[in-house]
């Protein structure tokens, strides 16, 4: 068999007897003698290029994402029977070290400070007595923190936000107790929200989670709170968090992912108060995606299970 793998970032992997790897540019159509691959990786592959490729290889079975959330290959792959394999665990550290780093600027207001400091202003009210300074969310020890989307991205956080005293609460499609964590549905969230301190949201983009968090998540919030998001953008219903960030409903957002990027320069979330962004940054490290991509040729070839399919 023939599997692509693109040139984009170094990937080193044993190539099996029987397998036959080529290297392909990404941004270029697939050469016509390779059209016959079986399967393919995809990392940073240009929209039109991946959509291109249910016609450009008509013999493909199987591609394997190094991305965490496949939705624009499972949208480029729709009505095909391809099998599209995430690059599940590739970003768990990086994403969750991300986020944390999010959680703890809002904690930290390091948005105020470095903006104080591009003026050469001493942001005097974030010294001295902070306990009479500044009220709300402050430090992680004690804190409440939602994890909506608890998966390998989640729980490697909870473990980082656990170490740091924070009291964490996961939210999947099904309730229980994972790695020593609570996890509810949110179909349990009333009764969880008022009391959060930060929630964080790690959810797939798809047709179940668009706008699932909106005005009601939102209002149910205490006005201390922060929304953090390094999911997807059309998780969120974009205009109910803006009107929150402006009513005061909730103490602020750091965001990282947009339901159109890159956040248009006219959007007026960029003027959002108590508003952190960063640009889609939190991925874009997958840590050793040789690994993954020998065990599921090993697999694909044995005819198992692949690692990182979701139905
Ligand atoms: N910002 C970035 O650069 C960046 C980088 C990597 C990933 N991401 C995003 O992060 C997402 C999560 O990655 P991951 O590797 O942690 O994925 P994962 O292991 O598949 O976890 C996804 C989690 O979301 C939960 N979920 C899915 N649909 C849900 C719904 N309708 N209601 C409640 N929970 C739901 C799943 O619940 P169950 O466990 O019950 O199935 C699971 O806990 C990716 O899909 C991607 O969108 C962003």
Redesign the pocket.
């Known amino acids: 068999m023939k599997i692509l793998v693109p040139t984009v970032i170094p990937i080193d992997f044993e190539t099996p007897d029987g397998v036959t790897r080529v290297d392909y540019d990404v941004t270029s159509p697939i050469p016509p003698e390779h059209r016959d691959a079986e399967a393919v990786v995809v990392w940073l592959n240009p929209g039109e290029r991946l959509r291109a490729m249910p016609s450009e290889l008509p013999e493909l079975r199987w591609v394997q994402g190094l991305?965490?959330?496949t939705?624009s290959v499972q949208a480029a792959f729709a009505g095909t029977d391809v099998t599209i394999a995430?690059g599940?665990g590739l970003?768990?550290q990086p994403?969750a070290e991300h986020t944390l780093a999010l959680i703890l600027a809002a904690a930290r207001r390091l948005d105020e400070a470095f903006a104080a400091q591009s003026e050469r202003r001493w942001l005097e009210e974030h010294g001295g007595n902070q306990i009479r300074n500044r009220q709300g969310f402050t430090t992680l020890a004690g804190a409440r923190v939602l994890i909506?989307?608890?998966?390998?991205?989640?729980v490697t956080l909870a473990g980082y936000l656990t170490a740091l005293g924070a009291e964490v609460t996961g939210?999947?499609?099904?309730a229980g107790e994972r790695h020593g964590y609570r996890v509810i549905?949110?179909d349990d969230l009333a009764a969880e929200l008022g009391t959060t301190d930060v929630l964080v949201d790690?959810?797939?983009?798809?047709a179940?989670?668009d706008a699932?968090i909106g005005a009601e998540v939102f209002e149910a919030l205490p006005a201390h709170a922060w929304f953090v998001n390094?999911?997807?953008g059309v998780t969120v219903d974009e205009e109910a968090l803006e009107a929150a960030l402006r009513s005061g409903s909730i103490a602020g957002a750091a965001l990282?992912?947009f339901r159109t990027e890159p956040l248009p320069e006219d959007s007026s979330l960029w003027q959002g108060p108590n508003l952190l962004v960063t640009p889609?940054?939190?991925?874009?490290r997958p840590q050793q995606p040789g690994k993954l991509i020998a065990e599921n040729l090993r697999r694909y070839r044995a005819g198992e299970q692949l690692l990182g399919v979701?139905t």
């Open positions: 991305m965490a959330g939705d995430a599940t970003h768990d994403v909506w989307g608890f998966g390998g991205i989640g939210v999947a499609r099904s549905t949110p790690i959810l797939p983009g798809s179940e989670t699932a390094v999911g997807r990282d992912v889609h940054a939190a991925g874009g979701t």
